[in-house]
């Protein structure tokens, strides 16, 4: 059975600090690891990955992949407290059907 | 460019009614997929449709729950007589294909069923 676990599963930082999130996976037929932001309503996409090594950035936000470890994180730097909410991580397998970790809750105090 | 349509956003059934739930993929995309999250878990797959096909449901309950997304309209995932344990967030995504760089699933609002 596909497995995916995400630690720490909850965190509290204060505005301006770096905080790495963590997520290993155990997967047959592995096409990409995803990364997606949930508030009150939908998981929103950050980022997928599908090869080893290669660091996908988006502003403050940044991920890889180790396909070797079966590991990835997610670095988000000088957080805000738009930043607090619960990060998703998800692998997909066979027929694209995404397994997901339990979320990390991110918690900015100002 | 709307987003994937869920509707609706809350639902309240009583214990052996049906409650019928709603997804619209994104424009464009022709791959949808239910995801159920109950309270304090993760998300967890339910079902993969294609127009007219149901690809894969190897995480559908046997009984009570259904699902089909037709030539014309919307995804629905149907639940007959519903029990409290179906209470929880429906999510539905949606993917262009599943070819390399297309594959990516965008999420809607979810559906929140309330079972009294």
């Known amino acids: 059975e596909d497995k995916v676990v995400q630690s720490p599963l909850s965190l509290v930082v204060h505005e301006g600090d770096t905080v790495t999130l963590n997520c290993s996976y155990e997967?047959?037929?592995?096409?990409?690891l995803l990364w997606y932001k949930q508030e009150k309503k939908a998981p929103t996409f950050l980022f997928m990955l599908t090869s080893s090594g290669i660091e996908k950035k988006s502003g403050r936000l940044s991920s890889i992949l180790d396909k070797k470890e079966l590991f990835s994180i997610l670095n988000i730097t000088a957080t805000q407290t738009g930043d607090s909410a619960i990060y998703l991580c998800a692998v997909a397998g066979a027929n694209s059907k995404l397994t997901f970790g339990k979320g990390i809750t991110l918690s900015v105090r100002p | 460019n709307a987003g994937v349509m869920q509707n609706p956003r809350h639902l309240v059934r009583r214990r052996g009614q049906e409650a019928r739930l709603r997804c619209s993929p994104m424009k464009g995309h022709s791959h949808v997929y239910w995801y159920r999250q109950l309270p304090e878990e993760g998300l967890k797959f339910m079902v993969y449709l294609q127009k007219e096909n149901i690809i894969d449901e190897s995480g559908m309950p046997k009984e009570r729950f259904s699902a089909e997304f037709p030539k014309e309209g919307p995804s629905i995932l149907r639940i007959q007589q519903v029990v409290r344990g179906d209470s929880a967030a429906y999510f539905c995504a949606s993917s262009r294909s599943q070819g390399a760089g297309q594959e990516t699933q965008y999420f809607g609002p979810g559906t929140r069923l309330l079972v009294l």
């Open positions: 997967v047959t037929n592995f096409r990409s």
